[in-house]
């Protein structure tokens, strides 16, 4: 998944999902939170890729996992292309309004458009650019 697009929540808690990214979700997707103080959203497909690395580890390292499972949300499209984002989740993604909605390779995220403004220019320096090339060997 791919780009950067900036949405608000409207008074309900509903998030319009981008198009491009609608149709890499799929209608029914899922939504837990994240390494980073945003939430993350996995197609069906991504989420049962996730649930089975969990399923693989030894119990002790599965329960390191219980709060990405605890507190996602399986999340479906309505006609408009919004999904109804629970309040939980959104405090604990830091949304209020605005937010920012990136592609992010096998998944998107929800970030709060002023937290993502503050660390978007760092991430996409050339030095931080340069130094992820470096990690693939490019």
């Not at 319009?16 to 939430?39: A, K, N, Q, W």
């Not at 119990?59 to 999904?83: H, I, T």
Request: aromatic share 10%; hydrophobic share 40%; with cysteine.
């Amino acid at each position: 998944m791919t780009g950067e697009y900036q949405h608000s929540l409207d008074a309900k808690g509903r998030l319009f999902i981008p198009v491009r990214l609608r149709e890499e979700l799929g209608p029914e997707f899922y939504v837990t939170l994240s390494m980073d103080h945003c939430l993350n959203a996995y197609s069906a497909e991504q989420w049962k890729v996730f649930s089975d690395k969990v399923n693989a580890m030894p119990y002790v390292k599965q329960r390191a996992m219980r709060p990405l499972f605890s507190n996602a949300c399986k999340c479906e499209l309505d006609a408009q292309g919004r999904v109804l984002l629970p309040q939980a989740l959104r405090d604990r993604g830091g949304l209020s309004k605005n937010v920012t909605v990136l592609g992010s390779n096998n998944h998107a995220e929800f970030w709060d458009s002023d937290e993502w403004a503050a660390i978007r220019d760092d991430e996409a320096s050339p030095e931080n650019i340069a130094a992820v090339m470096q990690e693939l060997d490019f």
